[in-house]
């Protein structure tokens, strides 16, 4: 491995005191960092952190305001991604950055240097994800690919380049647990030949078992740096969290109560080439329990929300139920009147609407439901302001929203303090039932456990909640049955307890067993 | 030479402005910006290539100065959409209002004079070929020009790097932008070649089809090119099938009325414009297809942040 000449002992990459300020805003503030060759590095911290900003300064996306990056013992400017690639530096990031209209093939090329011809970058792309073992068609539609697939054509186009550092932002949070172990494989066959990577995620479980060394961020600090393999769980969480954060349980929630959502044989045909079919879905909710539905995105999370939520109404009434009552083809309102709420995945556009303030948003999402309370004036509706200032006084005060100023627009608070917002805006009708997708993604460690602990807590006080989410910790935290939908289809629903993370894996890929037989059974 | 053949001729006579204005539009779309102004640099073109073709005695002048006259138009149109972020549909409907008034203006003196006309350029030996020889090798350069610049449109998406960052551009402009391409730079190209192929089709309308210059003389021609681009679902070679079959519908008109067939010409002058409107139900049932080939960007503005 001394190939590399003199710098083969010394640090890979070093940073000493890179700072980026937004403004005043200091995203990253003075912080050191080394990678050693053939090293697997995680960078651990909360959303807003500065994980990201650092990285995309590595990867020439931002320029640094002061600070100096050392690359194989020499100083460097990197003014642009391909300056990066230059260097030998590959990234993969979180939100791919790939074109969906173009083939694999294409959209590698896209990023390789001029003159090679397509049919030999297709040849090459395929041997390399082949003997990475993540096999590649280079011909197919990225629209046709899943999100797994996907990821595995960014990594593949990074590896072409040949890179000495690979930086991954949160691979695993789209994948199944058998592709995270897949991705694992090739992390450490990379590590084998010598190259470093830089591996970015907030889950610590992933970080112990395959990292070397760990730099922890906070508030764009460092303010930790370790070996993962020496460190708890619980003193991880400390130093990227700065406290001890609550533990949630579902204890105490039961299926003993009435059925308050249901499910009948719920089947939609896609809505665009890119959708997914929900087919043959059935499903029941007790008063009192946190069914929490697993699943890797696109397997049609959203399209079981909007027919649960009414969003996009069933073909017929039967086929949902909420508190015995057909609804089937009802719309969102005159579901949210029979007591339901519901929590769409998107926080900004669909959710809330980003421009306009808290009160607002409170007002678009509750108007009917609580036309009393919020509306006067008879039919002119006229908003009153005082009530709708206080119901979002009380909301942000229960879930602990911070934010700047009274009523600042939505836009303007972080992730996870609209994902509070917009949580806490249903429960605070206290709803029979509650639907949420997604309810934590991309939220950080403290606002997740408030949220999780928000859900079990409605759970407790007799609701049916039905939880959407990609986050297998978040479903063993919250669940008291669990399903997985694969494909537009919904697993047998098991008592949390009964499940492996092994078993929801399989489930994950679609291995139903004897729900499959019994499913061909019905439909003769 | 046929009663049949001598339709076929107007046939592409009417359909070689469509294809080439067409294909400009589609080119300018796949980069990811829409320009309705299709109509107003179409109607400049002709404007400015029947002027220049009296001023200088050469029609090929005028073919360059259609050209020209489409291409700095739409530069106009590219300043106002990329460099100032102005709404696209809106600037590209003023674009259409204002070349109809400026080329109203530029061609006044010119009312009324009878112009030159595009001369054939007749291939030997293949123009001998029965039928075919003298409906696709007696034709004037834009008709040659019209099927080249198809041809190279196809092969340029298709099969060049250039192309390829070309469509990237077009279906997600911050991931080109992050790969380094220069997205506002490929776009302020693919208007301008919109423009120019534009003017191209304009200058094809007072140079060949009727070598006069009378005011919006280009009729809407402009839309119906806007549409089928849509209707070629941004596939280079349909835009030619397409281009043909409206060409065909406005040329039937005509013939049905030399044959007395009792429709009303109200009609049968709408047909194009009917045709349009079935088109575009039946494509847009077919989504898939449709949804692969759209590019995803299109009418989205960029503004890079750093």
Redesign the interface.
């Known amino acids: 491995m001394s190939a590399d000449g003199q710098s083969a002992s010394g640090p890979l990459l070093a940073v000493g005191q890179l700072t980026k300020l937004f403004g005043t805003f200091a995203a990253c503030n003075g912080i050191d960092l080394d990678i050693k060759p053939g090293e697997i590095h995680a960078l651990l911290g909360e959303n807003g952190a500065g994980k990201s900003t650092l990285v995309k300064m590595l990867f020439g996306v931002l320029t640094p305001t002061s600070g100096e990056i050392v690359w194989q013992g020499q100083p460097v400017r990197i003014a642009s991604p391909s300056a990066a690639r230059k260097l030998g530096i590959g990234m993969v990031f979180q939100h791919f950055s790939l074109f969906e209209a173009l083939t694999v093939a294409e959209n590698i090329a896209l990023s390789m240097a001029p003159g090679i011809s397509l049919n030999r970058i297709a040849e090459e792309a395929s041997a390399l994800s082949h003997s990475y073992g993540l096999p590649l068609d280079p011909k197919a539609h990225v629209a046709d690919l899943s999100v797994g697939e996907r990821q595995r054509i960014e990594i593949v186009r990074a590896l072409l380049q040949n890179p000495k550092l690979i930086i991954l932002d949160e691979p695993t949070s789209v994948l199944t647990p058998q592709e995270a172990d897949r991705l694992f494989e090739t992390l450490n066959k990379l590590k084998a030949e010598g190259r470093s990577v830089l591996y970015i995620s907030h889950r610590l479980e992933e970080v112990q078992r395959i990292c070397d060394r760990a730099t922890v961020l906070r508030h764009g600090r460092v303010t930790g740096a370790c070996d993962p393999r020496k460190e708890t769980p619980s003193s991880l969480a400390r130093m990227m969290v700065g406290s001890d954060v609550a533990h949630v349980s579902a204890e105490g929630t039961s299926t003993k109560g009435a059925v308050k959502l249901e499910a009948r044989h719920l089947s939609a045909s896609a809505r665009t080439p890119f959708a997914v079919s929900l087919k043959n879905i059935c499903l029941k909710v007790h008063a009192g329990e946190v069914l929490a539905i697993a699943g890797v995105a696109g397997n049609g999370q959203g399209e079981l929300f909007d027919a649960l939520s009414g969003e996009y109404p069933a073909g017929s009434d039967d086929v949902v139920r909420i508190a015995e009552k057909p609804v089937g083809t009802r719309g969102i309102n005159a579901r949210r009147l029979m007591g339901a709420g519901f929590v769409p995945e998107e926080r900004h556009g669909h959710a809330a609407v980003s421009a306009l303030s808290l009160s607002d948003n409170l007002v678009l999402a509750r108007n009917q439901s609580d036309r009393r309370a919020f509306l006067g004036g008879g039919v002119l509706g006229l908003i009153r302001q005082d009530a709708v200032k206080r119901a979002t006084k009380r909301i942000s005060q229960a879930m602990d929203v911070r934010k700047s100023g009274e009523n600042p627009p939505a836009g303007s608070l972080s992730g996870g303090n609209l994902q509070k917002f917009i949580v806490g805006r249903e429960l605070d009708r206290q709803p029979t039932v509650l639907v949420v997708n997604q309810p934590t993604w991309g939220v950080d460690a403290g606002a997740a456990s408030r949220i999780r602990q928000a859900l079990v807590d409605l759970a407790k006080s007799g609701s049916a909640v039905l939880v959407i989410s990609q986050d297998l910790d978040e479903i063993f935290e919250v669940a008291t049955e669990i399903a997985v939908i694969s494909e537009g289809r919904l697993s047998d629903i098991y008592p949390a307890a009964e499940l492996s993370r092994e078993k929801i894996g399989l489930l994950m890929g679609g291995m139903y067993g004897k729900t499959e037989s019994a499913e061909t059974a019905h439909a003769h | 030479m046929g009663i049949f053949e001598a339709i076929l001729l107007t046939v592409i006579t009417a359909a070689t402005p469509l294809v080439l204005a067409a294909v400009g539009e589609l080119v300018t779309e796949r980069s990811g910006v829409l320009n309705l102004g299709v109509e107003g640099m179409m109607v400049m073109g002709a404007a400015c290539a029947f002027v220049a073709t009296q001023m200088t005695g050469s029609p090929y002048v005028g073919i360059l100065a259609g050209i020209a006259s489409g291409a700095l138009f739409s530069l106009l149109f590219g300043f106002l959409t990329l460099t100032l972020v102005a709404n696209q549909v809106a600037t590209g409907l003023a674009l259409t209002i204002l070349g109809l008034g400026v080329s109203g203006m530029i061609g006044e003196a010119y009312v009324g004079q009878s112009g030159i006309k595009l001369s054939q350029i007749v291939f030997p030996v293949l123009s001998d070929i029965p039928f075919l020889g003298s409906l696709l090798f007696k034709q004037d350069l834009i008709f040659y020009l019209s099927i080249a610049v198809v041809a190279g449109v196809h092969f340029f998406l298709f099969r060049s790097?250039a192309g390829?960052?070309l469509?990237?551009v077009g279906?997600?402009h911050?991931?080109?932008h992050?790969?380094?391409?220069n997205v506002i730079r490929m776009r302020y190209l693919a208007v301008m070649f919109g423009g120019a192929c534009a003017g191209l089709a304009g200058a094809q309308l007072s140079l060949v089809y009727t070598p006069q210059w009378v005011e919006n003389m280009s009729a809407g021609r402009g839309w119906i090119a806007l549409a089928l681009v849509v209707f070629a679902s941004w596939r280079p070679w349909r835009v030619v099938a397409g281009g043909y079959l409206f060409g065909a519908v406005s040329i039937s008109q005509l013939h049905a009325q030399a044959f007395g067939i009792g429709i009303p010409s109200q009609f049968l002058s709408a047909l194009p414009y009917l045709a349009t409107i079935f088109v575009l139900i039946l494509i847009s049932h077919n989504?898939?297809t449709t949804?692969?080939?759209?590019?995803?960007s299109l009418g989205k503005p960029f503004v890079p942040d750093?």
């Not at chain 2, 992050?178 to 391409?181: H, P, Y």
């Not at chain 2, 949804?291 to 995803?296: C, F, G, H, V």
């Open positions: 790097r390829l960052k469509r990237s279906d997600n911050a991931s080109a992050a790969l380094g391409i989504r898939r949804l692969i080939n759209t590019p995803a750093r």
